[in-house]
């Protein structure tokens, strides 16, 4: 099936690892010309070298906390590959912990990199882009069941339900779509940590808090990067052309609420 994606040209932000890795590699595969970026140059040119065999990519330096940098990004990437169609906005993860243990500065730092400077991503590329042009932001399904000892990610990624509908809203009268992906469980090194991270604090082993995890899905197993980056191929693709202000839950069931 012809996903009418060749020759569009991405920008997939924090891409050297993990699901935005996974979701630039989808879009070379299917003949799109792809920007990654990544705070970290040794991470961003080792990713840029394994996905140089598959296509036409860029890459940028890029801290997604910092407002400034992902201006430049943006205006950079689209320089580089003579525009920008669709704009994949990943981030990192912010810090594990809850009310009693988060500092100010943590949430001013979670605030910054999970709605401010999405705010200013979609803002910014929107400008650039024509009838057709897709933003994709991707967040978590903790937007809709939040988590233990994840507050940072449970609070202020809730506010990413408003950007998508009202961007959504606004941007529709350009004939750009805005859509998000909320991943649940999926094997990145995030979730390897988290995991580390839980079996110290439940005194457990690492096997057991997988198990425990994936008994709570109904099917039973954790996502690969490369099932979620499948729903970013898909709503940047010709076959989601009637479907904007959507968030999208790819958590094998995972999340129990009806909406």
Known sequence: MDLQIKGKRVLVTASSRGIGFSVAKAFLSEGAIVTISSSSKINLDKAKEKLSSIGRVYSFVADMRDVDQVKSLIKDAEASMGGLDVLCYVTG?????????????????????????????????????KDGGRIVLSTSMTLREPLPNLDLSNVVRLSLAGLVKSASNELAEKGIL???????????????????????RE??????????????????RIASPEEVANVFLFLASSMSTYITGQLITVDGGFVKGIF
Do not use: C, Y
């Not at 457990?204 to 198990?211: A, G, I, Q, T, Y």
């Open 93 to 129: 993860s912010p810090k594990p912990g809850n009310i009693s243990t988060l500092s100010d500065d943590d949430w001013r730092d979670a605030f910054n990199l999970l709605l401010l400077n999405a705010v200013v991503a979609v803002r910014e590329s929107a400008k650039l882009m």
């Open 203 to 220: 005194s457990k082993n690492e096997d057991e808090v997988l198990r425990d995890i994936t008994s709570q899905i109904p099917l039973k």
């Open 178 to 200: 805005v859509n998000a992906v909320l991943p649940g469980w999926t094997m990145t090194e995030r979730v390897s940590q988290l995991v580390k991270d839980r079996a110290q």
